[in-house]
């Protein structure tokens, strides 16, 4: 609720989040669909090595989230993905990153309702468009004809719209108790795929096997038969799974507790301690989470069926004779996805709101009319505006993909990567953040290496993942930065249109001469199409891979400190507005987690 006379701002400031909520938070968003969904596509693509992947993948992302929370304790804001790109690096690489974000947290919640969806399917078959009676046998395998094997029917898209709803329902409670709420969910998430590892991992190996190509249809959730998939996939690449097969998107969600790093409680432990605690905790626990549900997949994924509705982990149960264990799967494939959209949904609200102070979208979307609502004689803070535009961005996408899982993650996993790259910069940019001794050689030491740990999982998408997740964040972009120029053009229809939008014109920074906010934009996305264009020849020409791969970490090495030195020589310019490190309070503040 909101203190009276205070500012949007000052009520998002103003709330404490202890360490438990930060864990909620960020186990929240980890334990999604990813878990789910991912083991099938990667073992196929990679078999007992995908193991790795998950291991791979949870190193990168420990790396990535390293620079996160040294940055975030730096300057701890809440909205600070979008705020403290804009203070370093000024406005024109803030609209590229908050592009990225807003494509990952608004799209976020549409895989995850069309995950929900397919776990409804194994009691609603007619929500997806292929289930039993589309399956033939083949000689290679069961064909799935013209359909894709997940894509969800009319009906599977309306019950996914209503998913998606319940998600914006449950963001318009008070902030102190859906943050409780996301807690007691969270704990039952998390519980779940500990039993199934506890449980699989002890049963009986009878129906223990290896998966064979005849299984291939099953894992991979594309059309066409196992002969057919074996020969577009081939041998893939370990790092290849890492992004194209859902692991990165997997443990999206760790920053969380990033995006609300300005709620920290302050006294005992301290902010840093809890940011700590909460990232790092939730980060090593996933990882080895996940890798202990690949190995059980591995172990067990010659008992799966040809029942595509069925949960792989609950045909495993089904098999050890654990049918309590099946109706858990089953539950949790419906609650993890749609506990994971809530907590996104939630942290996009507080970024979008960043993005509409900092003058860089509409700013009447964080305004006091628009920010609370009330209900019951009390004033709910839920930024009711921002959670309409970004249900329709999410109705958007899920229409655009069918709803099919694969193409919505990823469209999540490479803008992702775009908004990772940006805070390692940030931090050895910041003035202050640039301090002498082993803390300055740690701090570059490891922004470089998640530069250049991001460059190479880029490379290794696959150009079918980079293209669209590459092609949304130019298209964000582009909306951001031609909106505002627009609006203030007297041009027919679209400017009667478009008048009320009062973002801050920037596209024509561009023109001016001299400008310090246009050489960190040209670097960033000159480095980008850098990036883009290796992957691109790499698809188009056998044998190069080793080249393009060079000249991608290349890339990366080159233009880490040019950005920063950019950076820099912006802030030399244009002063930026930074929050420090406060001491902690004289006096007890309240425990909760709202107002």
Known sequence: MRARGGSAEDVDEGRRLSVLDLVGLAAGGVVGSGWLLAAGQAHWAAGPDAVWAWVIGGVVMLVIAAVMVELGIAAPKTGGLIFLPLQAAGPLVATVVAAALWIVYAVNPASEAAAAVRGLAHWFPSLLRSGHEGATAGPGGPSLGMDRAYDLSLTGALCAVGLMLVVVGFNLLPARRLIRLNLFVTVIKVLVPLLIVACLLL?????????????????????????????????????????????????????????????????????????????????????????????????????????????????????????????????????????????FTHALTREVAALSRAHLTHRGLQT??????????????????????????????????????????????????????????????????????????VRW???????????????????????????????????????????????????????????????????????????????LVGYLVVLVSCTALRELFD?????????????????????????????????????????????????????
């Open 203 to 343: 049963a009986a190996t009878d129906a223990a096997g290896s998966c064979t190509p005849d299984h291939a249809w099953y894992l991979s959730g594309q059309s066409g038969t196992a002969g057919q998939l074996k020969s577009q996939a081939g041998h893939a690449s370990v790092l290849y799974v890492v992004l194209g097969g859902g692991i990165i998107y997997a443990y999206i969600g760790f920053q969380a507790p990033l995006d609300f790093a300005g709620n920290i409680k302050r006294r005992g432990m301290g902010e840093a301690a809890r940011l700590r605690w909460a990232v790092y905790g939730t980060l090593v626990g996933a990882v080895a989470l996940y890798t202990m549900l690949q190995y059980v997949f591995s172990r067990r994924c010659g008992a799966l069926t040809a029942d595509m509705l069925q949960s792989p982990y609950a045909q495993f149960a089904l098999a050890a004779s654990m049918t309590w264990l099946a109706w858990l799967v089953r539950l949790n494939a419906v609650l993890s996805p749609l506990g994971s959209g809530i907590v």
């Open 445 to 523: 030491c490891l922004s470089y290496s998640a530069f250049v740990s991001i460059a190479l999982v880029i490379h290794e998408a696959g150009w079918a993942d980079v293209w669209r997740g590459m092609a949304g964040v130019g298209v964000g972009s582009v909306l951001l930065l031609a909106l505002p120029w627009l609006a203030v053009r007297d041009l027919p229809y679209i400017g009667r249109v478009l008048r009320h939008y009062d973002a801050r014109e920037h596209l024509s920074r561009l023109g001016r001469r001299g400008d310090p906010a246009v050489r960190p934009l040209l670097l």
């Open 368 to 441: 006091a009319r628009r920010a609370s609502f009330r209900f019951r004689g009390a004033e709910i803070d839920a930024y009711w505006m921002i959670l309409v535009v970004n249900l329709v961005i999410g109705l958007t996408t899920l229409a655009l993909v069918r709803g099919n899982w694969e193409e919505l993650v990823a469209l999540n996993s490479v803008p992702i990567m775009v908004v990772y790259a940006m805070p390692g910069v940030v931090l050895v940019a910041l003035p202050g953040a640039d301090t002498s001794g082993r803390r300055k050689a």
């Open 543 to 595: 044998g190069i891979a080793a080249v393009t791969r060079s000249v991608s970490v290349l890339a990366a090495v080159v233009v880490f400190p040019l950005l920063v030195r950019a950076a820099r020589r912006y802030m030399d310019q244009v002063k930026p507005t930074l929050p420090g490190r406060r001491a902690a309070p004289s006096v007890p503040e309240p425990v909760s987690a709202g107002t």
